[in-house]
């Protein structure tokens, strides 16, 4: 089958297409011919090669995001029948079987479900990662409640723009920070009540404006860094932070004065290590429902790609300049 | 009435004896005539002046422990009568009336319970901060289930030896650590299951040897600094930390790669800020009941002191000679 496989770490070049086994079923598995895939942040950084202990080994078919069709059913899958329409993030990664920059991608049925019915394979392609992530962050680890408040940093990112969707739908009242005044109409269309622009109001000034200086129930952080400590500065006395990236040295002391619970979400962690897999494609059944009843929907980059435009859809991701998540359509 | 009394932050001897106003009723409080207190850390922290923005105004009446009898009942206050036996953890510092060390004590009655029937007012007195600081630890931000395994630092402590009997009684499997082996006998006839010194074995020693390297699904840490590191590594991939002690700088890489949720407590916030108070009652009155099963037990120090003695009280306190909690009977 054809593939996008790299030999060494590097450059958005670094792919090049070559003719690889297809795979074979294996029991609990499900054989996916792939029609779609999107790129995420991490997909950049394995490449790259700044993320050795989870990349796959060379060579390599990288991608985690996939929607495609069951072609082959394993042994002891219940659930799904050859023909299914399916997404699920579920490879491109050590502890994976392959990658979706591939023809087909064998693939734990653990982590795998039935697409939207409303979405083509492209759109659903764009889900998987960021739904999961969001999802996690604000319901499994966060249990974000009806009449919380919640700020969410970047909400028009690739996480950001789901977790504003997902709190609207659990009836929090939605805070979100954006980079330009620009993007306030877009941000409030997919849910959000009130905008910050973070270039032009400092955490102290958006928590007198907007709490009363109480700060917020619930701040989900998708940025790391320095905002972790305006997320902890922005939160209310026994509040959550929730983040997605958390690699930094950082002074404790606000979470101790405010009694603080502080969710990390790495939701890789069930694809590298084989834990907790069925949890995934049930967070995405649930939210393959929800986009059926018009309640998320994925932002999408207008450029669009193929898979022999991997390296340029790479590219693009790293220039920073796309707005929307990149799908790859096969 | 009389009062023990403090004008200056100082040593133990800072203390004197004075005659102040007994407080006047208000509506939904209590008034106590207090029969006992304990002695906590955060007492000693601010009798040394370390902890100057929660440390009630001069001239200030410390400590929050507190069991007595009901003396007068404020309006709106439904739960309480004149003459029940109470205990809780009300007063001594800022956003309080007053503190246990005097012979009343005014006090939110949201903050207050039935002590247990089996206890002495002294032994009361004993439990209620350690007993909200693992309640709220273990139950109210950690969500501790039945069958997780949990380590516990300090088992002995103040706070451990009553987060080990709810652990317990949650029906959770027990690790604890404890700083000698002549208390492991100790230890188990709590509630541990497993006990390790941790002078004598490392992290990565017990973790390897408890849990076949995967972690512990909780670990409460109630010693922070170095310790939380350590608590960082004994965790599971996606599992909980919790704390009492989060002051310092940490690299919060290990909680990204294990996806961890770490809660911090600050059982004082409620004391301090006047907020969430209700919860605080509602948590002694099930401890109450667990007490009275004879599920959860102070451990008391042999030594006993008079509302005279609190100096040599808290002398024994900072000497870090102490086994089990301090108490003062009046």
């Known amino acids: 089958m054809k593939a996008q496989v790299i030999r060494t770490f590097g450059d958005p070049d670094v792919f090049k297409i070559e003719d690889i086994p297809k795979p074979e079923i294996e029991p609990g598995h499900l054989l996916i011919k792939v029609h779609a895939s999107s790129v995420n942040q991490v997909d950049c950084k394995i490449r790259r090669g700044e993320a050795p202990s989870i990349a796959p080994e060379f060579p390599a078919v990288l991608h985690s995001?996939?929607?495609g069709t069951v072609e082959e059913v394993g042994e002891g899958v219940k659930d799904f029948q050859v023909g299914d329409e399916v997404y699920g993030c579920a490879g491109g990664m050590r502890g994976c079987e392959g990658g979706a920059l591939a023809e087909y991608l064998l693939a734990d049925a653990h982590l795998i479900a039935k697409k939207p019915k409303s979405l083509s394979f492209g759109e659903a392609a764009a889900l998987p990662l960021v739904t999961l992530t969001s999802w996690i962050a604000l319901f499994s680890k966060g249990s974000l409640t009806t009449n919380m408040n919640i700020l969410i940093?970047?909400?028009?990112?690739?996480?950001?723009?789901?977790?504003?969707?997902?709190?609207?739908?659990?009836?929090?009242?939605?805070y979100t920070t954006v980079g330009s005044d620009a993007s306030f109409d877009q941000v409030r269309e997919l849910g959000?009540?009130?905008?910050?622009?973070?270039?032009?109001q400092n955490v102290g000034e958006?928590?007198?404006?907007?709490?009363?200086?109480?700060?917020?129930?619930?701040?989900?952080?998708?940025v790391g860094g320095k905002n972790l400590d305006n997320s902890f500065e922005a939160a209310a006395l026994n509040g959550r932070v929730a983040t997605t990236q958390a690699r930094s040295m950082h002074d404790l002391t606000p979470l101790?004065?405010?009694?603080?619970?502080?969710?990390v979400v790495f939701m890789l962690i069930p694809l590298i290590y084989g834990v907790e897999r069925k949890g995934h494609g049930e967070i995405l059944t649930k939210a393959a429902d929800l986009v059926d009843q018009g309640k998320l929907k994925p932002l999408l980059c207008e450029e669009q790609f193929s898979l022999d435009q991997v390296s340029a859809a790479h590219a693009l991701m790293e220039s920073g300049k796309a707005r929307g998540k990149i799908i790859l359509n096969y």
């Open 206 to 222: 958006y928590v007198a404006r907007f709490t009363e200086t109480k700060g917020f129930d619930f701040v989900f952080d998708t």
């Open 256 to 263: 101790h004065q405010k009694g603080l619970s502080f969710h």
């Open 65 to 67: 995001d996939v929607a």
């Open 153 to 174: 940093h970047g909400g028009l990112g690739g996480v950001g723009h789901i977790a504003v969707q997902l709190a609207k739908w659990k009836g929090a009242k939605i």
């Open 192 to 200: 959000a009540d009130f905008v910050i622009n973070y270039k032009s």
